[in-house]
């Protein structure tokens, strides 16, 4: 699976779009976009994911780039709830190989500030 | 509500014990996927089942082995417990084995050695 870089830590004001980037410069064209989030010691949760289209659900939206080198998520109106940590996780499609687990990398710290 | 149940939510127990994990899948889930989190490691992928059998292998120490049975719930042992194996142990239930399907967490156990 491709790497991934996000920053450590961002804050965004309650009420605001909290956009949290994403790099994966290696990604290959079967590889998906995934984002999860982990609030403090909870079972993480799936959030959204897409492949070259952007994508929208009730919780976000995923902006993939056109050379989908690099994502953003936007949590459109952030609260409190919202603060977790997000994990952009890149993986093969169903042609590809390897482990079905999920690779998770540090993540991005999204603090909600009242 | 993820819909994926763990037991027991906490174990503490002693170096050189054995402990067993139970998960239970969201139902209709046919894959299991085990991750363990630590402070250093965080969070790794250790093993997935699908519909009874082990389908991929993660950073699984030799004295861990897991199982699923018939009705598809799955558990973890561990053995030979050592100070480091102290972590929340995340199970995680996906609808099939495809790598674009969506995990879906449980709420983990607890570990502590001592």
Aim: hydrophobic residues 30%; proline residues 5%; contains cysteine.
């Amino acid at each position: 699976d491709a790497k991934t870089t996000q920053p450590p830590s961002m804050d965004c004001a309650e009420g605001r779009a909290a956009n949290l980037p994403c790099n994966h410069s290696t990604i290959s064209g079967n590889e998906y976009v995934y984002w999860y989030r982990q609030i403090h010691s909870q079972g993480p949760q799936y959030i959204i994911h897409g492949l070259k289209n952007n994508e929208t659900n009730e919780m976000a939206s995923l902006i993939i780039t056109e050379d989908r080198k690099s994502s953003t998520l936007i949590l459109p109106h952030a609260t409190l709830r919202d603060t977790a940590v997000y994990y952009c996780i890149v993986r093969v499609g169903p042609t590809g190989g390897g482990a079905d687990g999920l690779t998770f990398g540090k993540g991005t710290h999204l603090i909600i500030q009242p | 509500d993820s819909g994926v149940t763990q037991t027991p939510k906490h174990l503490i127990t002693a170096t050189g014990q054995r402990v067993t994990l139970r998960c239970s899948p969201r139902s209709g889930d046919l894959s299991v996927y085990w991750y363990q989190q630590s402070l250093d490691q965080g969070l790794q992928f250790l093993i997935q089942y699908y519909n009874g059998e082990e389908r991929a292998k993660g950073n699984i120490l030799e004295r861990f082995s897991a199982q699923q049975f018939p009705d598809l719930h799955s558990e973890l042992n561990l053995s030979s417990l050592e100070l480091g194996d102290s972590a929340l142990y995340f199970c995680a239930s996906s609808a099939r084995a495809k790598f674009q399907e969506t995990q879906y967490f449980g709420p983990g156990t607890r570990l502590l050695v001592l």
